[in-house]
């Protein structure tokens, strides 16, 4: 799988609203920023996944009424994203991940689930 | 052994980054007592924008030294971001003991208000130019909005307030105690009283990050001369060395408040807290406490206790950040690892305005690189 395989899987996967990440076959390893090869033991044997979509505010900041957000999701892997809404923003929050399109580019977001 | 060194910092400098440069080195040449054409080995390192607005420079080590007329037969760049210059330190020690060359110039700097002024830091310069990255996963984290590099401190403050209960009011502590500090500094650009309230009250720039927790970015050069004899100053030796570079994405570590100064300070955690004075980077309240704990000063989660518990002056318990740190100098060009080298040099010389008396070791910790890859530990004295 090379790098331009993966990131035009990603891009397929949030048009279809799907957060997708990436497996290791060999150790298991899971993680989100696309490599063509596994950034614990090497090997290329791995394959795109998709999330269940579930995770919790691993740690965030509010900046210009933004919250940046370390997202954990389920499966294991965290991500870098903004929370949409504001409400009571919190670690270990529970947030479900909602796509949006801003300057012909689609993202993955957090939801915090209150 | 460094046998000349000097400053040259303005809170904003009209001329070029070269005139500004060339200042700093002629100080350090006259404490030296040594000639321009004795420089035979230069190390600096190089920033987006902050040499006079340039987004990169080819070849820019060549560039500099062609105007500041120095010939030499070494010359070598750092890639560590703040703690640049304390790396390269270590490394013209190494060369001037091989025989590699005999005077060695460090010049760390740059204008930061230039960056400044187009709203961004020198690690955000990648949000107005599409020809630089911070990471190689620029298309998936370009797009949201955050202001990094004090988000991602914030982020790391945050998870320290949850985990370990620390408090805004602690961090504010520090600031307020380094303002004490540079109050006697005798070259401090922020000074005059400062309370808790004050910080607190201060803008919150990245939550829970206050704007008086926060370096603010400067104009200015360090020069460092490193030679085979320390001349007219004191022979300060490196004493212990690590650094250690923590290249994962913050996001992919563990534990966000675990840094790479765990790892540059291993090899000598009982000697760092024999030392006289600390010179601890303080890009942010946050970066001081996490290398506190990082480097076994403090037990993990303790550094908030600490700061309420300790008396930071030069003549106190614990002399942190004497000078009073670069929160309270200005930080040259987005690094303070020249600020740290400069009043640790101060101390060991008994040069100090506010002296830590038999200043013998002086314990510096720098940290840097995008999200804070990079830490160099270092004991140095005599
Ligand atoms: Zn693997």
């Known amino acids: 799988m090379g790098l331009t395989e993966i990131y035009n899987q990603y891009e397929k996967y949030f048009k279809g609203n799907i957060l997708p990440y990436i497996k290791c076959n060999n150790c298991n390893y899971k993680f989100y920023y696309p490599r063509d090869m596994c950034p614990e033991c090497g090997s290329d044997n791995l394959s795109i996944e998709k999330s269940n979509g579930n995770g919790k505010i691993y740690s965030y900041t509010v900046s210009n009424k933004n919250i940046w957000a370390i997202i954990e999701m389920n499966e294991g892997f965290k991500f870098y994203a903004n929370i949409t809404n504001s409400g009571t923003v919190d670690i270990n929050k529970r947030i479900t991940i909602t796509f949006i399109n801003k300057n012909n580019k689609t993202l993955p977001y957090g939801e915090i689930q209150d | 052994m460094i046998s000349g060194f000097a400053e040259a910092v303005y809170k904003k400098y009209d001329k070029s980054a070269y005139e500004l440069m060339n200042e700093a080195l002629s100080k350090a040449l006259d404490m030296a007592g040594i000639q321009r054409s004795d420089i035979d080995g230069f190390i600096s390192t190089f920033m987006p924008g902050i040499f006079d607005d340039n987004v990169y420079m080819h070849f820019f080590t060549s560039q500099i030294c062609n105007y500041l007329g120095i010939n030499v ?104 105690k380094q303002r004490i500090n540079a109050n006697l500094s005798g070259y401090s650009m922020f000074t005059g009283d400062l309370t808790v309230e004050n910080v607190i009250n201060s803008p919150v720039i990245s939550d829970p990050l206050h704007l008086l927790e926060i370096v603010y970015p400067v104009d200015g050069f360090h020069a460092f001369i490193v030679s085979k004899s320390a001349g007219k100053l004191r022979p300060v030796k490196i004493l212990n060395y690590g650094e250690a570079h923590f290249t994962k994405l913050p996001v992919e570590m563990d534990d966000i408040t675990l840094l790479s100064a765990s790892e540059s300070s291993g090899d ?51 002399p942190l950040n004497t000078g009073g740190g670069s929160i309270n100098r200005g930080q040259p060009a987005y690094m303070s690892g020249s600020v740290l080298l400069y009043e640790s040099l101060l101390q060991l010389n008994n040069m100090a305005k506010n002296q830590v008396k038999s200043a013998n070791r002086a314990f510096i910790n720098g940290i840097g690189g995008w999200s804070r890859s990079h830490s160099v530990s270092m004991i140095i004295g005599e």
Do not use: W
Request: overall charge neutral; glycine content about 8%.
């Open chain 2, 73 to 176: 037969k070494y010359m070598d760049s750092m890639e560590y971001g703040g703690p640049s210059v304390l790396a390269a330190y270590y490394r013209a020690e190494k060369l001037i003991k091989d025989g590699s060359a005999d005077n060695i110039l460090l010049l760390f700097g740059g204008k930061g208000s230039l960056v400044k002024d187009r709203k961004i830091t020198v690690d955000s310069y990648e949000k107005i130019n599409d020809g630089v990255t911070n990471t190689p996963y620029k298309s998936l984290l370009n797009g949201y909005d955050n202001i990094n590099p004090v988000s991602d401190y914030a982020l790391a403050a945050q998870r320290h307030k949850k985990i370990y209960r620390s408090t805004d009011e602690q961090r504010a502590e520090l600031a307020v």
């Open chain 2, 268 to 318: 000598f955690r009982e000697k760092i807290k024999k030392c006289d004075l600390y010179e601890l980077y303080d890009s942010f309240t946050i970066t001081v406490m996490l290398q506190l704990e990082n480097t076994g000063i403090v037990e993990r989660g303790k550094s908030g206790k600490f700061i309420e518990n300790t008396d930071f002056k030069s003549n106190g318990d614990f």
